[in-house]
C-alpha cells in the first residue's frame, strides 16, 4: 500500500462547478496534511494545509480531514479553467522526523 | 536570493557518468528537501537535511546516490555512475523550520542520461 494514495485521473470538471480532489494515507498517526498545485513544467506551490478534523476554507478553496478515515479531500468552488494543474497530496507521517511524503496527484481540467 | 535556488536547470550526461546537483535554500530556512519527479508522476522523497542533525536518507534509491549540506545551508546531491533510469526532474525545497507549514520549492533541475 503506498503511504499516500490519489486518483491519478483525469478529472474533468465544467467551468463554474464544484471539482473535488480525494486522497487517503496509510500512516495513522499522521499529523500535516498539504495540498500542492503544480503548473505543468513548473514546481509544486501551497494551496492549503490542515491539521485537525473537519472543513478548512480559504477562498475558493476548502480542505477536509477525516482522520478516523485517514482521508483528505480539497474541494474547489466555482472552478475556473486557471485552476486546470496536477493537484497533490502531501502527508507528514508519525514515524519521527519531518520528512513530507507526497502522492501521484490528481490531473484537474476545467473546461470553459 | 529570494527563492530556492538550483542549478544547472538542465543536465544531460552520459550514461555511468558521476553528475552534482546543487541547491541553494532561501536565506534562513534550516530545513531542506530533496524529491525526484520522473515524467507524469508525484514527488518520491530521497533525503531530508534539518539544522545540524543527521539527515533522513531513508529515500535514497540507491548507493549511487548521496547528498550534503555544508554550513547548514547549499546542498549538494550527488550520482555516481548515472542509469537511464535516474532521468528526471530533481526538486529542491526548504522550509523555516520542519514545522513550518509551507516548503518552498526550486525550479527544479531535468536530468537525462542517455
Keep these: ?112 | 536570493g529570494a527563492g530556492v535556488s538550483q542549478s544547472p536547470s538542465n543536465k544531460v550526461t552520459e550514461k555511468g557518468k558521476d553528475v552534482e546537483l546543487r541547491c541553494d535554500p532561501i536565506s534562513g530556512h534550516t530545513a531542506l528537501y530533496w524529491y525526484r519527479q520522473s515524467l507524469g508522476q508525484g514527488l518520491e522523497f530521497l533525503i531530508y537535511f534539518q539544522g545540524n542533525s543527521a539527515p533522513d536518507k531513508s529515500g535514497l534509491p540507491s548507493d549511487r546516490f548521496s547528498a550534503e549540506r555544508t554550513g547548514g545551508s547549499v546542498s549538494t546531491l550527488t550520482i555516481q555512475r548515472t542509469q537511464q533510469e535516474d532521468s528526471a526532474v530533481y526538486l529542491c525545497a526548504s522550509s523555516f523550520s520542519p514545522r513550518a507549514t509551507e516548503a518552498f520549492f526550486g525550479q527544479g533541475t531535468r536530468l537525462t542520461v542517455v
Design chain 1, 1 to 112: 500500500q503506498k503511504e499516500v494514495e490519489q486518483n491519478s485521473g483525469p478529472l474533468s470538471v465544467p467551468e463554474g462547478a464544484i471539482a473535488s480532489l480525494n486522497c487517503t494515507y496509510s500512516d495513522r498517526g499522521s499529523q500535516s496534511f498539504f495540498w500542492y498545485r503544480q503548473y505543468s513544467g513548473k514546481s509544486p506551490e501551497l494551496i492549503m494545509s490542515i491539521y485537525s478534523n473537519g472543513d478548512k476554507e480559504d477562498g475558493r478553496f476548502t480542505a477536509q480531514l477525516n482522520k478516523a478515515s485517514q482521508y483528505v479531500s480539497l474541494l474547489i468552488r466555482d472552478s475556473q479553467p486557471s485552476d486546470s494543474a496536477t493537484y497533490l497530496c502531501a502527508v507528514r507521517p508519525n514515524t519521527g522526523g519531518f520528512k513530507t511524503i507526497f502522492g501521484a496527484g490528481t490531473r484537474l481540467f476545467v473546461k470553459a
